[in-house]
């Protein structure tokens, strides 16, 4: 499908999403979202693509959600749409990793989307925020749940409460991302990241994912037994096989992928 407010291209075999409203700063309007979403299942479902980058601009990954297409909207609207629910956690539900690539402003819905997808990589330059507060609101695309998750109760308090933004260095710090790189360098970053997750074994790479996920959704107990199972079920895999035949025989693996 054709999209007006976000590119999309396959680079290597990373699935690359640009949010592209530059004029809004990227604002997460319906459009965008309904645009994201799409964009997400059409790589999780093409076995070209191993991992799925998204990105904004140098200036902004976004800085939030459309404030002036919300701004009129009124309790009936946002509930009977289910606002948010129904386009900004699409991210979600995909089985191959997400890679937020932040350069710039991550606001509100923005921070969010980028809390949403499995991992952040931050330019030297981003700003994280839910300056939310200010419009009279709260995050309402899980800040206040992951934010608080992430960075604690006092920074994720203060943050939400106050509007106060966070530098890259802070981030890094607070174990908001995983790394700081120049901006400069934030693509090819995300995409070697990429690269490396898309050429290891897709089964065990999903289940990475699913099991270090579940970390956030249930007790300890529960969580190990999930990885357990995801485990023992790997060996059913024809991935397994190589991955250890090719360390014994000094080689390569080959995945298949299967
Ligand atoms: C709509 C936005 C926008 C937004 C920026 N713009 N953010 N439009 N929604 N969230 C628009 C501006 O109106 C302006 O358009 C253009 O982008 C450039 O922005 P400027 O403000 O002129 O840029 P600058 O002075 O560099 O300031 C950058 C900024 C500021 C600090 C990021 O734009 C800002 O504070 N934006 C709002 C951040 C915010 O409150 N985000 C949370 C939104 S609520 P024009 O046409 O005037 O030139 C939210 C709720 C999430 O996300 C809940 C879940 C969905």
Redesign the pocket.
């Known amino acids: 499908m054709a999209y007006e407010m976000i590119l999309a291209e396959i680079q290597g075999r990373v699935g690359v999403i640009t949010l592209n409203r530059p ?3 990227n ?3 319906d459009q965008l979202m309904t645009e994201l979403g799409e964009a997400l299942r059409a790589y999780d479902a093409d076995p070209a693509v191993g991992a799925i980058v998204v990105t904004g601009s140098e ?2 990954f ?9 701004k009129d909207r009124d309790f009936p609207a946002v509930y009977f749409d289910d ?2 629910g129904k386009r ?1 956690e699409d991210v979600l539900r995909i089985q191959k990793p997400v890679i937020a690539a932040v350069a710039g ?1 991550a ?4 921070c ?1 989307l980028a809390m949403m997808c499995d991992l952040i990589l931050a330019a030297d330059n981003a700003k994280f ?4 507060i ?2 009279g ?1 709260i ?3 899980g ?1 206040s749940q992951r934010l608080t998750r992430a960075i604690g109760k006092s920074k994720a308090m203060e943050m939400i409460l106050t ?1 106060r933004m966070m530098d890259a260095a802070e981030a890094e710090r607070a174990n908001l991302v995983a790394r700081v790189v120049p901006v400069a360098d934030l693509l090819p970053e995300a995409l070697k990241m990429g690269e490396k997750i898309a050429s290891l074994s897709a089964p065990s790479v999903a289940m990475a994912k699913e099991a270090v996920n579940a970390a956030f959704e249930t007790t300890l107990t529960d969580g190990v037994r999930l990885e357990r199972r995801l485990f023992h079920s790997l060996f059913a895999t024809e991935d397994q096989k190589e991955g250890m035949a090719a360390f014994a025989e000094k080689r390569k693996p080959a995945f298949r992928h299967r």
């Open positions: 004029k809004a700063l604002a997460l309007c200036k902004a976004a800085a939030g959600a459309d404030i002036k297409e919300m606002f948010i900004w402003f606001l509100g819905g923005g969010e925020g839910q300056p939310e200010n419009l609101i995050p309402g695309a800040g509007a």
